[in-house]
Structure formats: C-alpha cells, structure tokens
C-alpha cells in the first residue's frame, strides 16, 4: 500500500478508509465519529459475538444504514486493504496487529501501549513489521494519553522544570464495568491501606508508567526508577450503585499515584483519585472533578481541565461526564489517523506527531 503523504492526509479529496475493530464503550463512539466524519470512511467492522456480527454498523452505532456489515473475519477485513484499522478491543493481540502492519495497513490503537517501555518485546515486533508493511504504528488515548501529552506541551513557555504533576479526580459510579473495577481490588476486603509497586510487580495499566516517560521525554529527561502508591478507601456504609454493590468496609475508592524519579527526587507524577461515593469513604478525598496539572518551574504553570456536559441543547448524545471521556479516548485515536497515515513507518509516540485539534468537527 502507497503511505499518505502529509498534504494528501490533510488535503485530499478522497478521504482515508478505515476499519473499526470492535465495538465496545470506546469502539462504538469511534465507529459514530467515522460514520459522521467527511475525511474518514468506513469500510469494515470487526465485531465480537453472534448479537452484533452480521448486523449493519449503522444499527451498531444508532446510525443510519451505511452498507457496511460487522464481521468476526479476519482475512476479509484486510482483504479490503484500509489506510488504517482503529484497533480497540479490552486487550491488545500484538501478532494480529503486526499482521496488519506487515499487510501494509496503518494502526491506532486505544489499548494499553503509548511508548512501548514496558513491551520492549512487543514494540520491536510491531515497529519490525510496520517498518516491512511501510505503515505506522500509534497507541494513544485520553487518560492515559492525550492529557499526559497537554501537560507536556505546557512547559513548552518553560526557561526551567522542576518537576511536572497531573491529578485526575473521578466519580466512577457511571462507569458500569463491575469485572474491570474488581480486577482492580474495588469491592474486596480491605488487606492494606497502602500499597507501595513497581513497572515489574504493577500486573496492569503499565501505559500509565508509560505516560511518566512519554512526559519526561518532552522535558529530555530519562527517568531513573518509577513506582506506583496506591491508596484505598474503605466505604462506610453500604453503596448500591445499580450495576455493583459495595459492602460497608469494602474498598471503593483508589488514589493511585505514579512516579518517575531523576535526580534524586520525583520529576514527573500522576496520580489517579477514582471514587464510588461523594461522601461515604474513609479516607473521603475531595479533591474537585477534572484534571490537575502542576509545573514547578520557571514559571510555574498551573491548569485545571474539565470535560463536562455541552451547554447547547443536543450538542451531544452522551449523558455523563464518564461517557464524554469515552468519546474524548476514541476521538484521540480518530484525529491522528491523518498524521498516522502520513507519518514514517514504524512505531510513533503521540509526541512525535504533529499536534492536531479536531479537524472537520464544526457543526
């Protein structure tokens, strides 16, 4: 496959064809903005299970119509040889990726990849097959992701960094996936108050390690050593959110805190506050919603970022703050396709491509 050159990415006329792979909580919003975006065309749908397989994506996506029907075939999906495949299913299956990438097809994925520091095995595979396939790799997202990105480009107006800082504050109660909050300890009994890991003990979620050395690098610094602090909150009474049950004494809340050290001191933090309750946790946080970033430096940068329900009456089909972030971690895949199809092969950190905003999305 011909790789797009950046002026074809941004203005041609014949916009890029793209397969969506999977259709869960992020993967159905993606397939809505593909469906909806002018530059972006639909072509495929790979689908999990007998309920959605066969169906149009239109009825998958509370779309019209648009001919396309999902499909659990691999091999048809790249016979159709698309520019790039949005790739977000749970877990990332790195040799069928790398088939896609040495099949000379463009990937962006939502899964659990932003540098590849913690897949040192995985990333040469994939940047090996990309560099065969002459097509690009890029595993994004929002948090982690876009907003670890944000607070990099903030100490762009910096003369000195001292250290880097982004809290992310969460009620979770409307976010009902019981299995991935139980993996997580929620809902258990509480063993530590406190638990103190490392990339190597962590047995998840090391794109948000990943996220340290994705800020680090912004600032040329390598980290030295990293670890993870992980608080809980116990619920004092018992918690009855629809779609899971937290007993009295059972973990429900999480402050999870990531650190990047160099110099003898933490440079680059993030730290993660997920909440079941407003008001009935020991310890009970009340840090506000949103996300946090602190730069101690020169000067010192302070922001405060929140993604909330639009003003404007149907401006949006979503009905909370946690459903927004689902379409902001699918629109941050969607809006690199471009720079992704236009960029050298190989893996690409989000910080290596052009920065871009939301480009055909005025309504």
């Known amino acids: 496959m011909t790789m797009v ?12 064809r793209v397969v969506q792979w999977s259709t869960g909580n992020v993967g159905r919003r993606a397939l809505q903005a593909i469906i909806d975006l002018p530059h972006l065309h639909l072509v495929g749908v790979h689908a999990f299970g007998a309920a959605k397989i ?50 000379g097809i463009n990937v962006v994925t939502t899964g659990d990849f932003l540098t590849g520091s913690y897949h040192a095995r995985e990333r040469a595979q994939l940047d090996e097959a990309a560099r065969h396939g ?18 990099g480009f903030l100490t762009g107006g910096c003369r000195r960094v001292y250290s880097v800082s982004l809290v992310e504050t969460l009620d979770c ?17 509480l063993r530590d108050r406190c638990v103190r890991l490392t990339p190597e003990t962590s047995p998840y979620g090391l794109a948000y390690f990943e996220t340290l050395d994705l800020i680090a690098a912004m600032i040329g ?45 933490c440079l680059v933090e993030l730290a993660l506050c997920w909440t079941m309750s407003s008001d009935s946790l020991d310890p009970q946080w009340n840090d506000p919603e949103g996300f946090r970033i602190e730069i101690e ?6 922001a405060t970022i929140k993604y909330t329900l639009p003003h404007v009456e149907g401006l949006s089909e979503e009905k909370d703050t946690m459903s927004l972030l689902m379409v902001s971690t699918a629109m941050t895949a969607l809006h690199a396709i471009p720079a992704v199809c236009a960029a050298a092969p190989g893996v690409v950190a989000m910080s290596e491509l052009p920065p871009t905003g939301a480009p055909h999305t005025v309504v």
Not at 5 to 16: I, K, T, Y
Not at 67 to 92: H, N
Not at 173 to 189: C, D, E, I, K, S
Not at 224 to 241: F, G, I, P
């Open 297 to 302: 430096g020169e000067p010192r940068v302070e």
């Open 5 to 16: 050159n950046p002026q074809q990415a941004e203005a041609s006329a014949e916009p890029l």
């Open 173 to 189: 109660t409307t976010y009902p996936v019981a299995a991935a909050w139980r993996v997580m300890g929620f809902g258990r009994p």
């Open 54 to 103: 066969g169906k149009d994506a239109g009825e998958l996506a509370d779309r019209a119509p648009t001919g396309v029907i999902a499909t659990d075939d691999v091999a048809k999906l790249l016979e159709l040889q698309p520019d790039c495949i949005s790739y977000m299913p749970v877990t990332i299956d790195y040799g069928l990726v790398a088939d896609f990438l040495r099949a």
């Open 221 to 265: 610094a390598e980290l030295e050593h990293k670890e993870l602090v992980v608080e809980q909150a116990t619920a004092t009474k018992d918690l009855e959110l629809g779609w899971a049950r937290y007993e009295q004494g059972s973990v429900a809340g999480q402050r999870r805190t990531y650190r990047g050290f160099a110099n003898g001191r």
């Open 134 to 151: 002459g097509v690009t790799f890029l595993g994004t997202g929002f948090e982690p992701g876009f907003v670890n990105l944000t607070a």
